[in-house]
């Protein structure tokens, strides 16, 4: 997956906001506080909610569930992956560094 520019006005990258939500960031103000990502441009208004509600793109596994899976005893990126799919793309993995802040985290 590439990256693309979410934010116009200030020109925050995809990369960007996950490199934020990596070290445990997960609400948009936490967000544009963390990357200066005005929140009220196009890109802002089109992708970062759902930037912030998704871990997986390749999958399309939402935050929430990935939460659920580990709230469920998933404590690996492998038994997260067995529950949701997350992270299970050969080609890919990117997810997995979120993945496994979400375990430390719980959130
Ligand atoms: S984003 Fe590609 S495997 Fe999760």
Do not use: H, Q
Request: aromatic share 2%; hydrophobic share 40%; net charge neutral.
């Amino acid at each position: 997956m590439s990256n693309f520019t979410v934010c116009n006005k200030n020109d925050v990258t995809y990369l960007d906001i996950r490199m934020a939500m990596v070290k445990g960031l997960r609400t948009a103000d936490e967000i544009k506080e963390a990357t200066n990502a005005c929140g009220e441009c196009v890109g802002c208004e089109t992708s970062l909610d759902w930037i912030l509600s998704t871990v997986c793109r390749c999958r399309a596994v939402p935050l929430e569930a990935v939460v659920k899976a580990v709230k469920n005893g998933a404590d690996t990126v492998e038994k997260v992956g067995e529950a949701v799919k997350a992270g299970t793309e050969p080609t890919c993995g990117k997810c997995k560094i979120l993945i496994e802040n979400i375990i430390a985290i719980g959130k």
